[in-house]
């Protein structure tokens, strides 16, 4: 196999539509994915993200259930978790200094003042994620 045909492979993951009988999962047109649980004979629906293609990063499928600031947000806790585990923490002050790009990019954004891209989207919501598990997992282990 040469590199070219290698490079067409579909790789993007694709969860099942039935995960289990309790969980099933629907793709809704209008707000994306939908992970829904069936608690006795009600069933919540729990929306992921509002999934809107022009706001979405191409990463390995990712962009048919994030958008670009869910993504940054997501990788920053990851990071943040990690950074955690290696014994830094934030103080209140920091860590709503680092939230702050994404609480003004997202207001803006959402009064109209100015459009965001998914540039600005996925770093303010790296720092928003990063900041936050670090100021709440330090709340959590004591270490705040």
């Known amino acids: 196999m040469d590199i070219q045909s290698g490079l067409n492979m579909d790789i993007s993951f694709r969860p099942p539509p039935s ?77 709503l200094l680092l939230m702050a790009p994404m609480i003004i990019d997202g207001t803006t954004q959402l009064f109209g003042k100015r459009e965001s891209n998914n540039y600005l989207r996925l770093v303010t919501g790296f720092l928003f994620g990063f900041s936050l598990s670090l100021f709440i997992g330090g709340l959590l282990f004591g270490r705040g």
């Open 19 to 95: 995960l289990n009988k309790r969980f099933t999962y629907e793709w809704k047109k209008s707000i994306g994915p939908v992970l829904y649980v069936r608690m006795g004979d009600k069933r919540i629906g729990l929306c992921v993200c509002h999934h809107r293609k022009d706001r979405a990063v191409r990463f390995f499928g990712l962009e048919n259930y994030l958008c670009s600031r869910d993504l940054g947000i997501l990788f920053g806790y990851i990071a943040g978790f990690i950074v955690l585990f290696a014994g830094f923490t934030l103080s209140f002050p920091l860590a």
